[in-house]
Structures are given as C-alpha cells and as structure tokens.
C-alpha cells in the first residue's frame, strides 16, 4: 500500500471513529438528546423564518460549539469518574469547571438565538 493510500485509509478511519463517538454520545447522554432536539427545533425555525446566510452561518457554528462543548465535558466527566470513581473535591471541582464551560456556551447560544429571532416576532 502506498503512503498516500495508507493516508487517505487512516483519515476514513478516523471519520469512522468520530461518528461513532458522536452517536454514542447522543445516545448515552440526556443532555446532548436535549441539545440535539433543540438544534433540530432552531434549524427548522430557521427555514420557517427565511433566516439570511450570515444567520445560517451563525446558527450551525453556535449549534456546533454547544454541541462540541458537551461532548467535551462529557469526556472529562467520564475521565475524572474513571481516575477517581469515588467521591473526591478536586473531581468535583474539575467537573464544575467544565460543566462551566457549556454553560458560557448555552448562555451565548441563547443570546445569538435572541439576536436572529426576536426581529422576527
């Protein structure tokens, strides 16, 4: 096999890996199930509403950054539970922290939905 094949293999498989990782979290995780249920509700909000290109543009970076936060507080959780099973301050710590972080992201979410769809109304 040659480098580029073997290249252009490595990449499929990793994009094998990253959806299987994204199904596995909208499936084992009632907080992305609920996010993922609003980004379906604000995209159809979005064709009902005749939203302009630079508010699709705003609308898919914020569903992805909310979307890509938690997956990523969902890891550290799992991580810091699998170091630590047991009840632990600086854990807990750790696990607020990231949970923060998502909630920066919903919080600005909220404000760019605000921004696109308030005109609306």
Known sequence: MSEKESFF???LKGIGYASKGAWL???SEASIKVQVIIAILITIAG???NITANEWVLQTLTIAVVL???GINTAIEEIADFIHPEH???IGFIKDIAAG???FTAIAALIIAGIIY???F
């Open 9 to 11: 293999k490595n990449r």
């Open 25 to 27: 979290l909208i499936k």
């Open 47 to 49: 064709f009902y509403f």
């Open 68 to 70: 890509s936060t938690e």
């Open 88 to 90: 632990h301050p600086k």
């Open 101 to 103: 972080a998502v909630f």
């Open 118 to 120: 308030i005109p609306k």
